[in-house]
């Protein structure tokens, strides 16, 4: 190691400058007396919008849950610190990738103290899901998942 920095030629050499590896200076907080605007967030065909009581994750009209989407929408809403209800009514589909991310998303969520639960009941496209991939509502809550997030799935 020792030979080899020796070995280098000095022209190849260059100073960095420091201040462009920095991220630019934050923005004035806003006046707190002001509430904060929060627009929606479109991630794909899920959209996330900042309630009252709850963040809210809303699976747009006739759109198949996207897996990569919804784990995007999920983790902003878990950057945001609040409760998050994930709503998708009549999805037809659910693939085994979203239940990754649905299992991940609820032990995310429960490591921060923050609730993910369904703001209606959960498509039977998940109960599907869920069987296909051989597990059942005790192998969810060994898991220790919370159960009213996929138990109310199974008939």
Do not use: M
């Not at 590896?21 to 991630?43: G, H, K, M």
């Not at 747009?60 to 945001?80: D, S």
């Not at 610190?81 to 589909?93: E, H, K, M, Q, S």
């Not at 296909?132 to 997030?149: F, N, Q, S, T, Y």
């Amino acid at each position: 190691i020792v030979g080899y920095l020796f070995a280098l030629d000095v022209s190849r050499i260059h100073p960095v400058d420091l201040d462009a590896l920095l991220p630019p200076a934050a923005a004035p907080a806003p006046d707190a007396a002001v509430p904060a605007q929060n627009q929606p967030r479109e991630f794909g065909p899920w959209l996330l919008t900042d309630g009252r009581q709850a963040a809210e994750v809303r699976l747009a009209p006739g759109q198949l849950p996207e897996a990569a989407a919804a784990r995007e929408a999920l983790l902003a809403a878990l950057a945001a610190g609040r409760d998050t209800l994930l709503v998708w009514p009549g999805a037809t589909a659910c693939d085994l990738a979203l239940l990754q991310v649905l299992v991940a998303a609820a032990r995310g969520f429960a490591a921060r103290g923050l609730a993910l639960a369904h703001g209606d009941a959960p498509p039977p496209a998940l109960a599907e899901t869920i069987r296909r991939a051989g597990l059942g509502p005790k192998d969810l809550a060994e898991a220790g998942l919370p159960g009213d997030l996929f138990a109310a799935s199974f008939p």
